[in-house]
């Protein structure tokens, strides 16, 4: 058996290892990003009632119209633009990747940053070439931009914010490289609904630019609904490669729902922005860690030199998962990631976190 995995399976697959996901059972869970809010009785009970609508003997609409044009009018989006669903962030990463794929071809991406981008180049047998951000985390501008003059990217991404550090790069600077780039530049705007920066708006300005973003982070991690936007003569070819019916019709109902109460979610978005900062302002004033700002819904703190696992696995005991980056990327060495949940799974997370940098 293992003779002939290794005789079919692709070498740059067997190199790699799977995306890992811990398990949160009986835990507090502040590793993922998630919105730890949940709907109001009332909203669930109308979801509900919503339901009953949907067709589970029939298939989905391939193109979720109805979904779509909700989505374009809470966006924004130009008429000039067109945009495209996947079952999460990820297979929209994997169908442009997919569209552009070759042996020959290279994939752009500071570091560090969202691991997909780089797991999905090797998926499809590109080369994928990194950057490393400045020691604040911010874009290294110059050796961005002779890396893209050297290697000519046929995609550069841009997790804004970045994911895992929460910073958003100068604006200025995400131009600069749409501008220089011989290929497709996907700002991927994951966390917009925690920073309120966008640029959907720049899409008719720049015919290389794609956005990405996704409702995971507003409270619908379980639909997995990830957005691509950008000009038509884009969106057309990348629609040739989407499976047909991507989006079940479970996802279309309840996104199409979901909108309707923006209200919520939008409150929800805000409630976790302002614990965002009390949580800043606390762990700032602790001398024993670095704290990186944030303009997403987590915070990337550093502990002390080789404190992050024992740390990581003590918060563990006391009920608390967060996320151990320490290993994952030389310049996160020492480094934990917090959610942000509610204010009590916040406090708790404090008190257990000044426990465990005493022991």
Same mark, same amino acid.
């Given at each position: 058996m293992k003779d002939k995995v290794k005789k079919l399976i692709r070498p740059e697959i067997q190199a790699l290892?799977?995306?890992?996901?811990?398990?949160?059972s009986? @835990?507090?869970k @502040? /590793?993922?990003? !998630?919105?730890p809010y949940g709907w109001p009785d009332d909203m669930v009970n109308d979801w509900l009632t919503r339901l009953k609508s949907a067709e589970l003997n029939r298939y989905p609409d391939p193109e979720a119209r109805a979904l779509v044009k909700k989505l #374009? +009018?809470?966006?924004? @989006?130009?008429?000039?633009m067109e945009l495209m669903l996947g079952n999460g962030s990820d297979e929209l990463i994997q169908i442009i990747l997919m569209s552009v794929a070759g042996s020959d071809r290279v994939v752009l991406a500071p570091s560090p940053t969202f691991v997909m981008y780089d797991m999905i180049a090797r998926f499809t047998g590109m080369q994928y070439v990194s950057v490393p951000l400045k020691e604040d $985390? +911010?874009?290294d501008l110059d050796t961005m931009l002779s890396a893209i003059k050297q290697h000519q990217p046929a995609v550069i991404f841009l997790a804004w914010p970045n994911n895992p550090t929460g910073n958003l790069f100068n604006k200025s600077d995400v131009e600069a490289i749409i501008k220089a780039s011989p290929g497709l530049v996907?700002? /991927?705007e994951a966390y917009?609904? &925690?920073?309120? !920066?966008? &640029?959907?708006?720049e899409l008719e300005r720049y015919d290389n630019l794609l956005v990405m973003r996704t409702l995971s982070k507003t409270g619908l991690a379980g639909l997995r609904l990830g957005i691509l936007m950008g000009a038509p !003569?884009?969106?057309? !070819? $990348?629609?040739?490669? #989407? @499976?047909p019916y991507n989006i079940n019709v479970l996802s279309q109902v309840s996104a199409e729902f979901a909108l309707e109460y923006t209200d919520t979610l939008e409150s929800q978005a805000l409630a976790i922005r302002e614990e965002r900062e009390v949580m800043l302002q606390q762990l700032s004033a602790n001398s024993e860690i670095s704290v990186f700002p944030s303009k997403a819904n987590f915070i990337l703190f550093k502990t002390p030199a080789g404190k992050a696992d024992s740390i990581h696995q003590l918060l563990k005991e006391t009920g608390v998962l967060i996320k151990n980056m320490n290993g994952s990327n030389p310049a996160l060495k020492d480094c934990l990631r917090v959610t942000v949940g509610k204010p009590e799974e916040n406090k708790i997370f404090m008190d257990a976190l000044q426990k465990a940098l005493q022991q």
């Amino acid at each position: 058996m293992k003779d002939k995995v290794k005789k079919l399976i692709r070498p740059e697959i067997q190199a790699l290892s799977a995306y890992h996901v811990a398990d949160a059972s009986g @835990l507090i869970k @502040l /590793d993922a990003m !998630e919105n730890p809010y949940g709907w109001p009785d009332d909203m669930v009970n109308d979801w509900l009632t919503r339901l009953k609508s949907a067709e589970l003997n029939r298939y989905p609409d391939p193109e979720a119209r109805a979904l779509v044009k909700k989505l #374009r +009018s809470n966006i924004g @989006l130009s008429n000039n633009m067109e945009l495209m669903l996947g079952n999460g962030s990820d297979e929209l990463i994997q169908i442009i990747l997919m569209s552009v794929a070759g042996s020959d071809r290279v994939v752009l991406a500071p570091s560090p940053t969202f691991v997909m981008y780089d797991m999905i180049a090797r998926f499809t047998g590109m080369q994928y070439v990194s950057v490393p951000l400045k020691e604040d $985390f +911010s874009l290294d501008l110059d050796t961005m931009l002779s890396a893209i003059k050297q290697h000519q990217p046929a995609v550069i991404f841009l997790a804004w914010p970045n994911n895992p550090t929460g910073n958003l790069f100068n604006k200025s600077d995400v131009e600069a490289i749409i501008k220089a780039s011989p290929g497709l530049v996907v700002v /991927d705007e994951a966390y917009h609904a &925690f920073c309120g !920066e966008s &640029f959907v708006s720049e899409l008719e300005r720049y015919d290389n630019l794609l956005v990405m973003r996704t409702l995971s982070k507003t409270g619908l991690a379980g639909l997995r609904l990830g957005i691509l936007m950008g000009a038509p !003569e884009w969106i057309t !070819e $990348f629609n040739k490669v #989407r @499976l047909p019916y991507n989006i079940n019709v479970l996802s279309q109902v309840s996104a199409e729902f979901a909108l309707e109460y923006t209200d919520t979610l939008e409150s929800q978005a805000l409630a976790i922005r302002e614990e965002r900062e009390v949580m800043l302002q606390q762990l700032s004033a602790n001398s024993e860690i670095s704290v990186f700002p944030s303009k997403a819904n987590f915070i990337l703190f550093k502990t002390p030199a080789g404190k992050a696992d024992s740390i990581h696995q003590l918060l563990k005991e006391t009920g608390v998962l967060i996320k151990n980056m320490n290993g994952s990327n030389p310049a996160l060495k020492d480094c934990l990631r917090v959610t942000v949940g509610k204010p009590e799974e916040n406090k708790i997370f404090m008190d257990a976190l000044q426990k465990a940098l005493q022991q």
